[in-house]
C-alpha cells in the first residue's frame, strides 16, 4: 500500500512562507509524478504544481506561478512545496497526490492520480 504523508501546513500571516512537505512509502518516487492539489474552504479542489517522475516542474498559472516552488529530493522518497508571500486566498487543505502514469506529464486533474495523502492544513490570516 502507498502512502503519502503531508506536512508542514499551519497558521501564518500574509507575506509570511510555509514549505510543504509530501513524504511517500513508495520504494523509489523517482518513478512518480506528484501533485499537489489544494481545496479552499467552500471550493474545488484545484492543481496547483506537478513534480514529474522526469524531473520536470509544470506550475499553474493565477494560482501558484512565481510564488510557490515544487522540488523533489528522490534519495528521501520526498516532494516539497514551497510556499512564499503567502495571501490568504491560499487558505486550504493542502494534498499530494501520486501518479504511476508515466506517459503524461500533465497530470493536471485528481483522477490522474493514483494515491492520495491525508492533507494538511493552511491558513493564511490578513
Known amino acids: 500500500q502507498v502512502q503519502l504523508v503531508e506536512s508542514g501546513g499551519g497558521l501564518v500571516e500574509a507575506g509570511d512562507s510555509l514549505n510543504l512537505s509530501c513524504t511517500t512509502s513508495?520504494?523509489?518516487?523517482?518513478?512518480?509524478?506528484v501533485g499537489w492539489f489544494r481545496r479552499p474552504p467552500g471550493k474545488e479542489r484545484e492543481i496547483v504544481a506537478i513534480?514529474?517522475?522526469?524531473?520536470?516542474?509544470?506550475y499553474f498559472q493565477g494560482v501558484a506561478r512565481g510564488r510557490f516552488t515544487v522540488s523533489r529530493d528522490n534519495t528521501k522518497n520526498t516532494i516539497y512545496l514551497q510556499m512564499d508571500n503567502l495571501r490568504p486566498d491560499d487558505t486550504a487543505v493542502y494534498y499530494c497526490?501520486?501518479?504511476?502514469?508515466?506517459?503524461?506529464?500533465?497530470?493536471?486533474?485528481?483522477?490522474?492520480?493514483?494515491?492520495w495523502g491525508q492533507g494538511t492544513q493552511v491558513t493564511v490570516s490578513s
Open positions: 497526490a501520486a501518479s504511476e502514469n508515466t506517459q503524461n506529464d500533465y497530470l493536471a486533474t485528481a483522477h490522474d492520480y493514483d494515491h
Open positions: 513534480s514529474t517522475w522526469r524531473g520536470g516542474k509544470i
Open positions: 513508495i520504494g523509489t518516487v523517482s518513478g512518480y509524478t
